[in-house]
């Protein structure tokens, strides 16, 4: 089975900018979920795609938003970007079953898209 | 809101020897999960190991096991035996029903192995 995949691996952006961010689900699994991992800190939930709808979001500002495609990918989009979205952002997938609890339902994550935003 | 708290930012183990990462959470909620996730220099999160709060019986999965205290919201992991690729970031996290699909991670603990 083929694991998260992520892209790009790296990138740098301007202050204003907008950048879109892909992940691409392991097999199987119909969720994707982005997480932001700033430097020396834990990762913090932005939002959950399920079904093609945002399933939950976190303490993230509008300018935050996201896409899933039929195929169970995603994207992460970001505008007007600030010096603070510097960081490494994280994709998961899992498995949801609504009649499972959601901690039942493991993250798998992807390897990262490290921003850098000057 | 719930909140995970790693007090240990970095940790050193001899190779062959064990080690044990801490963790405390804070939740008014019965039933949750909690995790243990590494991260190498590689940057992809790894789970470790699984924890459900309605098993009294700490999991174990081969060199890494937990010591799971409920009443005291604490959740740590003992590695036995390290050895050099047990080097990484470890972050603990929980998620529960009601946080909606959420995780919650804490800061982190650094473990080095020294050879």
């Known amino acids: 089975e083929t694991g998260v995949t992520q892209s790009p691996t790296h990138l740098i952006k301007t202050r204003g900018q907008q950048v879109t961010l892909r992940c691409s689900s392991q097999?199987?699994?119909?969720?994707v979920s982005w997480y932001q991992q700033a430097l020396g800190q834990g990762p913090q939930f932005i939002f959950q795609?399920?079904?093609?709808?945002?399933?939950g979001r976190g303490n993230f500002p509008p300018r935050f938003s996201g896409l899933q495609f039929p195929n169970y990918s995603s994207e992460l989009n970001v505008n007007a970007l600030e010096l603070d979205d510097s960081a490494l952002y994280l994709c998961?997938?899992?498995?949801?079953?609504?009649?499972?609890?959601?901690?039942?339902?493991?993250?798998?994550f992807g390897a990262g898209s490290r921003l850098t935003v000057l | 809101a719930q909140t995970v708290t790693q007090s240990q930012p970095e940790m050193s183990v001899q190779e062959a020897e064990t080690v044990t990462l801490s963790c405390t959470y804070d939740t008014s909620e019965s039933d949750y999960y909690l995790f243990w996730y590494k991260q190498p220099p590689s940057r992809q999160m790894i789970l470790v190991i699984r924890?459900?709060?309605?098993?009294?019986q700490n999991a174990t999965e081969n060199r890494f096991s937990v010591n799971f205290q409920k009443a005291a919201k604490s959740f740590s992991l003992k590695i036995s035996d390290s050895q050099l690729g047990d080097a990484a970031m470890y972050f603990c996290a929980y998620t529960s029903y009601n946080t909606g699909n959420q995780f919650y991670f804490g800061t982190g603990t650094s473990l080095t192995v020294i050879p």
């Open positions: 924890q459900e709060a309605y098993k009294q």
């Open positions: 998961a997938s899992s498995s949801l079953d609504r009649a499972i609890p959601s901690g039942a339902n493991v993250l798998t």
């Open positions: 795609y399920y079904r093609e709808e945002e399933n």
């Open positions: 097999s199987g699994h119909n969720t």
